[in-house]
């Protein structure tokens, strides 16, 4: 079951101790609690200081009362104060900082310009009767001098009569990701008749928790017994409900029910989500950019309602955005396009003016491969601006400095990115000069004169690696094995349909790592999860293991797949 913990794909999970303690609230509470007494016991005999030229301050503030004090119940006011003993103030407060539940208007806190020997927490907001509430500070009180932080610092009080004192606790990982982000709050809806799958756009959760920036392990305190949904939420506009445009979730299909001892385990994934299109711009005097957001698999459909006598236009898709180029040539000035932009069934209407003094979009032209390449990379080149035409009398190519070749240009759908198409042998070397005119756009711009060096690898300058998985089971396939660099950029990718050896050849000596998609629906591509749908994120599995890649060797890697 996924919405547990195991000990899968050598995951290791954090060991969680339970507590064994009587079963009142001050004992169910967070170390935090303990620590708050050990400390004013030994205050009076402890007295600290810095001599001038000592050793650097490493002590963090220490507390020595609250009002009301911690753990406080009929809670009936309107204000808390929490004392130290030493200057202090917030650093980082804006991501650390929650209420659990959520308050409808947050409170004020202070200190906010100058430091303060206290800490105040101004409510704003009534508060529900016969709740526990914590105030969460995570690290972000520190003294003013050294920064040193009061560790993990949460204030509860409660508006009945006694503090709930139940936990759960579990862990957050990115479904795609190796590293899970920072801060995720981890939050629960309780499951009543209130409870819809629409309650998490909408409503603030009933409790709420974070990780923190160096562990992705989380623990929901002080909580009342009950059946809840638990949910993980990168909430990049901090105002406790999902906006699938923004953030990132994770879900569990069943409700949870408290108490419990399990431990959980939530993937955060990015939703794609409904057609939205986004304000177009001009970008250039001839180039207007259309952005969107779209959970389609086809491109949008662009559509110039303007009648513009003698236009020439051109549409692009931008590489690795979500948005459309339209670049057009009208024989006179255009003061205003009028365009629609449909995404299935969603279709939005933009009126399109300059703005300002815009630059005319120029000619420049490179070359967007690599000057020493392996035998299985292509020559590329990219221009600023759509191409229509290339003079290859214009265009020298030559091999090893002597031998004159022909030259032929693939033209991309994009009408910027052309293909030098060769037929190359292990080192050769190639020589290309453009002379003025060879390329030119749909502007009337011709380039410059020009010139690119390359040339391909010796075999024996590469390596090869052969990657063998074992366990797989058949419903396992097909697999999109992805070869990673150090950086877990993307390197090379090969698709398996059955049990064989991954082969990656012409690699560069280097150290890399191995990602692992099992490819679902077989569409060859990693498939992200969706709420509504109640479909989680297909599997990514990283192998642990980086393995050295020498030239002119072939290395192994096994990895093993559990369960």
């Given at each position: ?170 862990m957050v990982k990115d479904a795609y990701l190796r590293k899970a982000e ?233 009408r910027r990115t052309l293909t030098l198409e060769l037929e190359p042998k ?126 002119n060797w072939e290395e192994r890697l096994n990895f093993k797949l559990l369960?």
């Open positions: 079951m996924r919405s547990r913990l195991h000990l899968t794909h050598k995951v290791r999970f954090f060991a969680f101790v339970k507590q064994q303690h009587n079963t009142s609230w001050f004992s169910k509470a967070t170390p935090f609690l303990g620590l708050i007494f050990i400390v004013l016991m030994v205050v009076s005999c402890a007295k600290r200081g810095t001599p001038s030229g000592g050793a650097k301050d490493t002590i963090p503030p220490v507390i020595i009362k609250a009002d009301p004090p911690l753990g406080s119940t009929n809670f009936k006011g309107e204000r808390i104060r929490i004392y130290f003993d030493e200057y202090i103030k917030f650093k980082g407060v804006e991501d650390q900082f929650l209420v659990s539940p959520p308050m409808g208007t947050a409170p004020i806190l202070s200190p906010q310009a100058s430091p303060s020997k206290y800490l105040e927490i101004e409510l704003q907001d009534s508060l529900l009767p016969n709740t526990t509430y914590s105030f969460y500070f995570g690290n972000a009180v520190v003294d003013n001098n050294e920064e040193n932080p009061y560790p993990y610092l949460n204030y509860v009080m409660a508006t009945g009569e006694q503090i709930d004192s139940l936990n759960l606790k579990g920072e801060y995720i709050n981890v939050v629960l809806y309780a499951n009543d008749t209130s409870y819809t799958d629409s309650i998490i756009y909408k409503q603030p959760p009933r409790y709420l928790t974070t990780t923190l920036d160096s562990l992705p392990t989380f623990e929901l305190s002080f909580l009342s017994k009950g059946s809840y949904y638990m949910f993980a939420l990168k909430d990049e506009n901090k105002n406790n409900k999902y906006d699938p445009y923004l953030d990132k979730l994770a879900f569990l299909k069943k409700p949870i029910t408290l108490p419990t001892d399990s431990l959980y385990l939530l993937e955060l994934f990015k939703e794609k989500v409904l057609f939205k299109a986004e304000r177009p711009k001009f970008t250039g005097s001839n180039h207007i950019t259309f952005g969107y957001q779209s959970d389609l698999d086809s491109l949008p459909r662009l559509e110039l309602l303007s009648q513009v006598d003698s236009l020439w236009s051109f549409t692009e898709k931008v590489a690795d955005k979500d948005s459309l180029n339209f670049w057009f040539e009208a024989p006179s000035k255009v003061d205003s396009l009028l365009f629609t932009l449909a995404g299935g069934q969603a279709i939005d209407t933009f009126k399109v003016k300059p703005v300002g003094r815009l630059d005319k979009d120029t000619l420049t032209f490179k070359m967007i491969s690599k000057s020493s390449l392996a035998l299985n990379e292509r020559v590329q080149f990219r221009s600023s601006t759509p191409i229509k035409e290339i003079d290859s009398s214009l265009i020298a190519l030559t091999l090893s400095d002597t031998i004159q070749l022909s030259n032929v240009f693939a033209i991309g759908a994009d292990p080192e050769d070397s190639y020589r290309m000069a453009m002379l003025p005119g060879a390329i030119q756009d749909y502007f009337e711009q011709t380039n410059d004169s020009l010139s690119f060096q390359f040339n391909f690898k010796a075999l024996e300058d590469f390596g090869t690696l052969r990657f063998e998985l074992e366990n797989a089971k058949p419903n396992d396939y097909p697999m999109l094995i992805e070869l990673l660099d150090e950086k877990d950029t993307f390197v090379q990718q090969v698709y398996i349909t059955s049990a064989q050896d991954a082969v990656f050849e012409y690699v560069n000596p280097g150290k890399y790592s191995i990602r692992i998609t099992v490819d679902s629906n077989g569409n060859r591509r990693y498939d992200t999860g969706n709420f509504l749908q109640k479909r989680e994120p297909e599997r990514i599995i990283y192998v642990p293991e980086t393995i050295e890649v020498r030239a369960d």
